[in-house]
């Protein structure tokens, strides 16, 4: 098992940045690759960012290339999720989630590729 405990969501102003942090406990959090997903009021749960286990690959949705930052610490356990120049359109619930046993280099956009979720965490960008 991989328990995925998400945090740093909350308020913000547009344009402002947040840092969402996922932090796992179980397997050996090295041997997972790493997603974020969101899922906004009404609508599919969508894919955000994606990491490789090592780092070294990340793979972001059109919608945040530029603006979303995708990273992880093997040593902390931890993948982080940096969000700037926040838009209203990025509210929703941000999910973190793993994919255990993954290849070194391989990145998962899909959420079936995903053995593991967190519950999530709220951003909502307003005025």
């Known amino acids: 098992q991989v328990q995925l405990v998400e945090s740093g969501g909350g308020l913000v102003l547009p344009g402002d940045s947040l840092r969402l942090s996922c932090a796992a406990s179980?397997?050996?959090?090295?041997?997972?690759?790493m997603g974020w997903f969101r899922q906004a009021p009404g609508k599919e749960r969508q894919f955000v960012a994606a990491?490789?286990?090592?780092?070294?690959?990340?793979l972001y949705a059109n919608s945040v290339e530029g603006r979303f930052t995708i990273s992880r610490d093997n040593a902390k356990n931890t993948v982080y999720l940096q969000m700037n120049s926040l838009k209203a359109e990025d509210t929703a619930v941000y999910y973190c989630?793993?994919?255990?046993?993954?290849?070194?280099?391989?990145?998962?956009?899909?959420?079936?590729?995903?053995?593991?979720w967190g519950q999530g965490t709220q951003v909502t960008v307003s005025s």
């Open positions: 989630a793993a994919a255990y046993g993954s290849t070194w280099n391989v990145l998962r956009p899909l959420m079936d590729e995903y053995n593991y």
């Open positions: 179980g397997r050996a959090f090295s041997s997972c690759a």
């Open positions: 990491i490789s286990r090592g780092g070294g690959n990340t």
